[in-house]
């Protein structure tokens, strides 16, 4: 392991690439036949996003929106800022939000409002990591979880310590004294 902050590696790249493709299949077979729109939020879902749609067999359309949080932090009951909409209509299709992890769940949450008022015929949610200690919006429709992680800075396959190591092949553990010494601004 070449990068010092990292203490330990929580998902190998082949635990990974099997579950994406097991989350794949489940995806294949419960969309067969209907109009799948995959719906997805910049940054941190991007390769997950890559990998999970290019091992998926059935016809799917694919959608970006970015978000950006207040400043200080999210919003009263996880609210964000909208910076790039969706191009797609959503109006009677099947949607699928796409996230690399689920935290809090107050952006799922807030996501998920804005995207039920465009009247999808059906709207879930498909997460890689799903860290459930730090829940407060506990009923999300998470059809699909990769992994339940613990709550541990995670970083690598699209997470990120300030932009950095979202190109890491792994989910690796940041190391406690990395954080301490060098507290997140955000
Ligand atoms: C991460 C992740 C989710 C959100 C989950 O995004 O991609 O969208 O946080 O946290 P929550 O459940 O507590 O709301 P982040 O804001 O770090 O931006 P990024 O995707 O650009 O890394």
Redesign the pocket.
Known sequence: MATPEISQVLLTEEQIRARVRDLAEEIDRDYAGCDLLVVS?????FYFLADLTRAMRIQVAIDFMA?S?YRGG?GPS?AVRLIKDLDEDLTGRHVLLV??????????SYLLRTLQARDPADLAICTLLDKTA?RI?HTLPIRYRGFEVPDLFLVGY???YRQFH?NLPYIGVIRDDFLRREPASS
């Open positions: 939020v910049l940054k941190g879902a978000i949080s999210k996880g996230e690399d992890i689920i935290d809090t769940g107050l952006t799922a730090r919006a699209g997470l990120d979202r």
